[in-house]
């Protein structure tokens, strides 16, 4: 694909870009690490008080927070600067993106690309690699195979919903904080059991905003338990369908969002 | 490719029509059609330097951004480089170059250099090739000392250098260039017009621009368009606009005292300021500044050639058109 081809190009020449300042380079790595650190550290610190939470124990909800964690950190690594939009729509820099031969969405993704946006990935990983020895289950081909293609399903429905949040930006240039409610909450929410947030919760995030199918239903499957919304089995392995689904929309409200643009210019 | 002698801008009757929506009273919102352009047509051939002038307000950024693909047109047909610019964006991307003289197509944090690495590689450029093109564009602008630096740390000057090389080093046929000279300090001015000057006369590049600046039209365009209140108001060289619009030089003289309004055959005091005073030339001003200085003590004195806004107004006031649309935006006549 021309995209794929034009992202790697300019995220070559951002990355040797970067790499001349290493020691800054590396500093901003490590903040970044720190930060998404803290999370792990809160989730432990939950479990010295509570050893089980709501039917899961430490290793569950460190195997759900790292699934979590790799979806909407490989999301932002690849996608996360689409957020970004509203100020190229300000300054006038999509202008210029505009008359650049390569896809604007392409501009903006790998625009200041870094390898400090690595930065949450790393922690998530490290915890994944923790965690999946730890997990009481019936390791089958099937639930092998299933945590790859979660982490897969997960990083491209997390990459729909950054760039549907940025497309709102077309039609309300202030609508980033609206917008980070989904991507940045969504990513909070789903580093715990879905269970512990009540039905309500678990309907939304299963029929309006599909965040269930970032980590929480796949891994009822891997971790073989019942699901508390009754849903039937099948659901567990929509995590494919909702993801080319939401990119579809996606593309979709975007090119709907640059049509508009080029009519008014605003 | 397009034929030698097709045309590099085709415009047939182009217009651009934005809808305002406005509430009005409670939810209800009305939509109130606003033409910025109507009925633009005219044609440039290869080679071509064109100036693309107009008070602010009157549809040239419109126009522009038409031409390069980033706004589509409501009505009319338009080619350049035998592409449609807004259904064909990404394909006319590689044989146009742009230059926004208002902000700048280099990212701000990162040195010239990277930015033309970045840009070579979105043009795909090959690396010998982009070298040697890098190579002569520097030597031309003479930006060898600011390669490594940031562009947010750059000059007015260096930074407009800075993206004329980003706009050219594809090798682009056409190059538009919007208010390339806004803000820049003489040198600077004299560098850009004669490089521009350079490309068209040994590339045979291209150039369409818009400026205020009638420096730039003097030495850079054979031809002159005129847009107004959305039409194109006239179409030819610069010695047909003056002569159909014209718009007296000003001296501005500084005398050693304040004193009564100067009288010499000529010229006619236009205003005063304590010692200051403005005339008007009717004629050639050697004569009237030799007369003026032997009639009183003078501390300085300056020739003010008018402002291309002066010859647009002017133009206006000498033919109003009566079937001109209403006023699209707020239109505001920039008089120093």
New interface residues.
Partial sequence: MAEAG?YL??A???F??AAQYPLSLALLTLSQVGAAMSSVLAIVFVFGHARVLSGFDLGDVLFLYALSGLAFGLADFAFGSVEQLGTHIR???L??M??????VLV?IAVD?FSPRRLGKVVPAAITLCYALPRLDTDWTPARIAMVPATVLCGAAICTAIWILGASLQFYVTEAREAANSVTYGGSALTEYPLSIYGQDVMRVVTFVVPLAFVNWQPALFILDRPDPLGLPEWVRFAAPAVAVALLACAALVWRTGM?RY????S | MTAPSAPVIDAEGVGKEFVLRRRTRGLRRAATRVPAVSEVSFTVRPGETVGYLGPNGAGKSTTLKMLVGILTPTAGRLRVAGLEPARQRTELAYRIGVVFGQRTTLWWDLPLRDSFALLRRMYRVPAAEHRARLEELVELLELAPFLATPVRQLSLGQRMRGDLTAALLHDPSLLVLDEPTIGLDVVSKAAVRDFLRRMNAERGTTILLTTHDLGDVERLCRRVMVIDHGRVAFDGDLAGLRALAPVPRTLVVDLAAPAPPIDVPGARVIRTDGPRQWLELAGNPAAVIARVSHDHEIADLTLREPDIEDVVTRLYRERPDPSAPAIAGDVRHNVE
Avoid at chain 1, 98 to 103: D, E, G, I, K
Avoid at chain 1, 262 to 265: I, L, N, P, Q, R
């Fill in positions: 034009a190009r300019l070559a020449a951002w040797r870009s300054t006038g820099t202008d210029t505009l008359v650049r031969p390569v896809s501009q200041r049509r080029a009519s008014t210019g």
